[in-house]
C-alpha cells in the first residue's frame, strides 16, 4: 500500500508537511499544497483511519446492530442512523443478528475489539447477558426499538401495548369476536407488548380473552413463518375472523396462504400488521398496519448517542423515549358484515 512517506518523498516534502495538508491545509503554502496533492491523485494514497483512530484514541464509527436487516422496518431505522451520523461526521457499520443471541454476542465482541465510538442496539439476547458483558467495556450504547430505565442507557422505542390495543380495538368495532395473535418468539418484549395490549383491549371491551383469542407463536418474524401460520390458523376450528400479526411480514405471509387457500379477506377473515412497511400498501389486497415511526427511532438514537460521545465537558443525561404508534386502515380489514 501507499503511504504517507511515499506522497512525502513523490512531493519532495517531509511527512508533517503531508500530514498538515490533509489535516491542516491553512497553514501549508499554496504551491506545496498543489504538489502534495498532485503526489496523492498520482499514487492513490488513502489515509489509515485506523491508524488516525489510533493516534486520536476515537473512533469515528458508530456500530448498528438490529434484529432483522431483511425487515424493511429495520432498513428504514438503519437510514435515520446513518442520516444523523452523516450530519455529525460519522460513518455506520451495519450488523444482523438475525434474532440470534450467539450472533449477536459475536458482534458485540467484534465493536469492542474495534473500539467503535458508540453502538446502536436492538437486543436479541432475552437474558441480557450479551448487553451486561458488552457494557463492561465503556463503550456508550443507545437501544432501538427496546425500552429501559435511563439510569440503564438511552433508548427509543414505541409503546407497543398501545399498538396492540389499537389493532385490537379496530378488529372489534369491525365486529370480529374470534381473533388469532400470530406471533414472533414470545421471549422478544416487542412480541409480548403487543400480545398484552390485545389481550387487554379485548378484556376491557367485556369479552373472555380466553374464547376470544388464540395466539399462533412463530419462531421467526419473516413471510415464510407467516405462510406456515397461516396454513394453521386454516386448521383451527371454529376459523378465526380476525388476524393480527406482530409484524407485516408475517401478516404478508398470512396474506399468501389464505389466498392460496381461496378464503376471501376482509370478507372472511380480517387482517392487520404491524410497523406499516412500503409492501403493506402495495399487497393483493392493501394491508392494514400499526405505523411505528422507524426512521424517526433510528435518527433520534443516533443523535442520543451522538450527543452522548460528543468531545467537550458538556454533561450527558440518559433519556428514555418512548414514540405513539398510529393505526393505518386500509382494505385487509374493512369487513362488510359482522362475524
Known amino acids: 500500500m501507499v503511504g504517507i512517506k511515499d506522497v512525502a518523498r513523490w512531493a519532495g516534502v517531509s511527512v508533517g508537511t503531508v500530514s498538515n495538508v490533509i489535516n491542516r491545509p491553512e497553514v501549508v503554502a499554496e504551491a506545496t499544497r498543489r504538489r502534495v496533492r498532485a503526489a496523492i491523485d498520482q499514487l492513490g494514497y488513502v489515509r489509515s483511519e485506523s491508524a488516525r483512530q489510533l493516534r486520536a484514541g476515537r473512533s469515528r464509527i458508530l456500530a448498528l446492530l438490529v434484529l432483522d436487516m431483511v425487515n424493511p422496518f429495520f432498513v428504514q431505522v438503519a437510514s435515520g442512523a446513518e442520516g444523523a451520523a452523516r450530519s455529525a461526521g460519522l460513518g455506520v457499520m451495519f450488523c444482523n443478528s438475525a434474532q440470534s443471541p450467539e450472533e449477536e454476542a459475536a458482534y458485540l465482541s467484534l465493536f469492542a475489539e474495534q473500539r467503535v465510538r458508540g453502538a446502536l442496539l436492538t437486543p436479541a439476547d432475552p437474558t441480557g447477558g450479551n448487553l451486561a458483558a458488552f457494557a463492561r467495556h465503556g463503550i456508550p ?76 407463536e412463530c419462531a421467526r418474524l419473516d413471510v415464510p413463518a407467516g405462510r406456515d401460520a397461516g396454513a394453521r390458523l386454516l386448521g383451527m376450528s371454529p376459523r378465526p375472523t380476525a388476524v393480527f400479526c406482530a409484524n407485516d411480514l408475517l401478516a404478508l405471509g398470512v396474506l399468501q396462504a389464505l389466498y392460496a387457500a381461496g378464503v376471501s379477506v376482509p370478507e372472511e377473515v380480517a387482517l392487520v400488521g404491524y410497523d406499516d412497511i412500503e409492501f403493506a400498501a402495495a399487497a393483493a389486497v392493501p394491508l392494514t398496519s400499526v405505523r411505528r415511526p422507524a426512521y424517526r427511532m433510528g435518527r433520534t438514537a443516533a443523535d442520543l448517542l451522538i450527543e452522548e460521545t460528543a468531545e467537550g465537558d458538556a454533561p450527558h443525561r440518559h433519556q428514555r423515549i418512548v414514540l405513539q404508534p398510529e393505526l393505518v386502515v386500509r382494505d385487509s380489514s374493512l369487513r362488510t358484515r359482522p362475524a
Open 141 to 216: 450504547y443507545a437501544l432501538v426499538d427496546h425500552p429501559v430505565p435511563a439510569e440503564q442507557s438511552c433508548s427509543v422505542s414505541v409503546d407497543d401495548v398501545a399498538g396492540g390495543a389499537l389493532a385490537a380495538r379496530h378488529l372489534l368495532e369491525q365486529g370480529s369476536r374470534r381473533l388469532v395473535y400470530v406471533s414472533g418468539p414470545m421471549h422478544l418484549p416487542q412480541c409480548q407488548d403487543r400480545y398484552v395490549g390485545l389481550r387487554d383491549e379485548i378484556r376491557d371491551a367485556g369479552l373472555d380473552p380466553e374464547s376470544t383469542l388464540r395466539r399462533i
